[in-house]
């Protein structure tokens, strides 16, 4: 393919349409696998992962086309990286950006499956294309694993981008691909407790297109445990944040 020059660009439009792709590929992914009559129907896990860490990957890409250098496609990244640099200035306008680029993506999932909703007959498989559920209900449990994944997430992301890598150019050119195989890698080892949200984007706005839009039979939102999802990521990238400021200190 030609080089492709995008005329509009700002960090705000790349947090939005990198968190959109993000949505987009990992919710199409899950919904590819659980709805009926998908041709990926019960491929399972291994499929999920991965669909995730290329969502993840397309997403990056994404977000530096259209003007986001930064490229964090996620609130809790943004408020880890916050905290590690002392810097709090993008962390309202870079979320709402996430948030609602996440929603036209989920947005976009619904249209995207249009019959398969109908034929699909568990509400919580329909739910799960759009946020998080987990696979034993429990608080504190899920808010922990929530907190380790994401703090897994954040760390070995500033390991990946720490000064020796980035002082080489090596990083920077791979990094999509490496966090990308870092979301691949969380997914296969801890996340299947909760779904290794990691995200506050992920599942907030997503679980309000949940509720808003037209799918046959979709059941309850469950907006109960809507807090884990939030709270466990905003945490733990929290706690990764400054361990990296105590570190580069």
């Known amino acids: ?61 994404v977000a530096i086309a259209c003007g986001s250098r930064d490229a964090h496609i996620n609130p809790a990244v943004t408020l880890g990286l916050a905290v590690a640099s002392g810097d709090y200035s993008k962390v309202l306008p870079y979320s709402l950006a996430q948030m609602l680029g996440a929603f036209t993506g989920a947005i976009l999932v619904w249209a ?37 994944c994401t703090f897994v997430l954040m760390f070995v992301a500033g390991a990946i981008f720490s000064r020796t890598l980035v002082s080489s150019g090596w990083a920077g050119v791979a990094g999509p691909y490496l966090l990308g195989c870092l979301v691949w890698g969380i997914g296969l080892s801890l996340g299947g407790t909760t779904g290794y949200t990691m995200n506050p984007a992920r599942d907030f706005p997503t679980r309000v297109a949940h509720t808003i839009l037209p799918i046959a039979g979709k059941g309850t939102s469950d907006w109960g445990y809507a807090p884990v999802p939030i709270l466990g990521p905003l945490i733990g990238a929290t706690l990764a944040g400054l361990l990296i400021r105590v570190l580069h200190s």
């Not at 020059?5 to 199409?28: A, C, K, R």
């Not at 041709?39 to 890409?61: E, L, Q, R």
């Open 112 to 148: 995207n499956f249009g019959p398969h909703w109908k034929a699909t007959e568990d509400s919580e498989l329909k739910r799960v294309c759009f946020c998080s559920v987990p696979a034993i209900r429990n608080f504190y449990a899920n808010v922990l694993s929530e907190i380790i």
């Open 1 to 61: 393919m030609g080089k492709v020059d995008l005329e509009m660009t700002s960090p705000l439009l790349g947090e939005f349409m990198g968190t959109l792709v993000l949505i987009l590929l990992g919710n199409g992914c899950v919904a590819n696998v659980v709805l009926k009559h998908s041709k990926a129907h019960g491929s399972g896990w291994i499929v999920i992962t991965t669909g995730w860490a290329f969502a993840v990957m397309a997403g990056i890409f």
